[in-house]
């Protein structure tokens, strides 16, 4: 029961207390003259009992009623709980709040988890490097990335840390950008290098299978800052630390076993998202 919702006495309230109690004076003040000596004493001990039942439910209907008037009130002005409108202030301008009836989430999560802090990118001077295990290494612009074909998801992102968020994103086929470069037979593993220092590595059978994009805009606007400008990989199915953001340079490798930042601090290299516990891993 909330403190506010006691508290909310109206004159209606008081008036249902007043009848009440005038009630019992009344029973009282009368029952010497309506009742023999000799059963006064039992009359009086069953009028109290009564009074004391009468006083309970009519305190429940009170304390009900001023709840739902306290819930009224709150819709009625639009009131939202703490953890709503701390989501919906991190909405940016022109974000896509619903997509196909569905809600999505602010692109920007609860808190900054980055390891060095959100990352700027001078998109002039920027380009994505594909090498390793490649017979084509390339180094691509920002403008010849978004050149690709485009493709829009709804995906939803699982953090380490309990919360999750949907979001619309778009991009291009991580594949259509490896099949450019001419993969070699023996590249098993994709590792994603990050402008911040950050490293993580997906197999490359995954990329395939789930057909993974790398993202540019999230929710109908540029990606922001804080989710990893210019790009990050929409890892689907994966916890959010396999979804490396400010990604500068691909590597294929056929080392298998590659650990980046988290996995080297004993985070699982799956990092495969499960239903169950709190709903998802």
């Given at each position: 029961?909330?403190?506010?919702?006691?508290?909310?006495?109206?004159?209606?309230?008081?008036?249902?207390?007043?009848?009440?109690?005038?009630?019992?004076?009344i029973n009282?003040?009368?029952?010497?003259?309506?009742c023999?000596?000799?059963?006064?004493?039992?009359?009086?001990?069953?009028?109290?009992?009564?009074?004391?039942?009468?006083?309970?439910?009519?305190?429940?209907?009170?304390?009900?009623?001023?709840?739902?008037k306290?819930?009224?009130?709150?819709?009625?002005?639009?009131?939202?709980?703490?953890?709503?409108?701390?989501?919906?202030?991190?909405?940016?301008?022109?974000?896509?709040?619903?997509?196909?009836?569905?809600?999505?989430?602010?692109?920007?999560?609860?808190?900054?988890?980055?390891?060095?802090?959100?990352?700027?990118?001078?998109?002039?001077?920027?380009?994505?490097?594909?090498?390793?295990?490649?017979?084509?290494?390339?180094?691509?612009?920002?403008?010849?990335v978004?050149?690709?074909?485009?493709y829009?998801?709804?995906?939803?992102?699982?953090c380490?840390?309990?919360?999750?968020a949907?979001?619309?994103?778009?991009?291009?086929?991580?594949?259509?950008?490896?099949?450019?470069?001419?993969?070699?037979?023996?590249?098993?593993?994709?590792i994603?290098?990050?402008?911040?220092?950050?490293?993580?590595?997906?197999?490359?059978?995954?990329?395939?299978?789930?057909?993974?994009?790398?993202?540019?805009?999230?929710?109908?606007?540029?990606?922001?800052l804080?989710?990893?400008?210019?790009?990050?990989?929409?890892?689907?199915?994966?916890?959010?630390?396999?979804?490396?953001?400010w990604?500068?340079?691909?590597?294929?490798?056929?080392?298998?076993?590659?650990?980046?930042?988290?996995?080297?601090?004993?985070?699982?290299?799956?990092?495969?998202?499960?239903?169950?516990?709190?709903?998802?891993?």
């Amino acid at each position: 029961m909330s403190k506010i919702s006691i508290l909310t006495v109206s004159a209606f309230d008081l008036w249902c207390l007043f009848l009440l109690s005038a009630y019992s004076c009344i029973n009282y003040i009368f029952l010497p003259f309506t009742c023999p000596e000799a059963v006064l004493i039992g009359k009086i001990k069953e009028t109290i009992i009564n009074d004391m039942k009468i006083g309970i439910i009519a305190l429940l209907f009170l304390t009900v009623l001023g709840g739902c008037k306290t819930r009224n009130k709150a819709a009625d002005t639009g009131q939202m709980d703490v953890v709503s409108g701390a989501t919906r202030a991190r909405y940016m301008e022109g974000e896509i709040t619903e997509y196909n009836g569905a809600r999505l989430d602010p692109a920007i999560g609860p808190r900054d988890n980055s390891i060095n802090g959100v990352q700027w990118v001078n998109i002039a001077d920027y380009r994505l490097v594909i090498a390793g295990l490649v017979e084509n290494p390339l180094r691509l612009a920002y403008e010849e990335v978004l050149a690709l074909e485009s493709y829009e998801r709804k995906i939803t992102l699982y953090c380490v840390e309990g919360w999750d968020a949907t979001v619309l994103w778009q991009g291009v086929r991580i594949m259509e950008i490896i099949d450019m470069a001419k993969a070699q037979a023996q590249a098993n593993t994709l590792i994603f290098y990050c402008v911040d220092g950050y490293t993580t590595s997906l197999p490359l059978q995954t990329v395939k299978d789930r057909d993974l994009i790398l993202a540019y805009s999230a929710n109908g606007l540029d990606l922001p800052l804080e989710l990893g400008y210019p790009f990050i990989v929409v890892a689907e199915d994966k916890i959010g630390y396999k979804w490396a953001r400010w990604v500068n340079k691909i590597e294929l490798s056929d080392n298998q076993n590659y650990k980046g930042f988290w996995e080297q601090n004993g985070y699982s290299n799956e990092a495969d998202v499960r239903t169950g516990r709190s709903g998802f891993w």
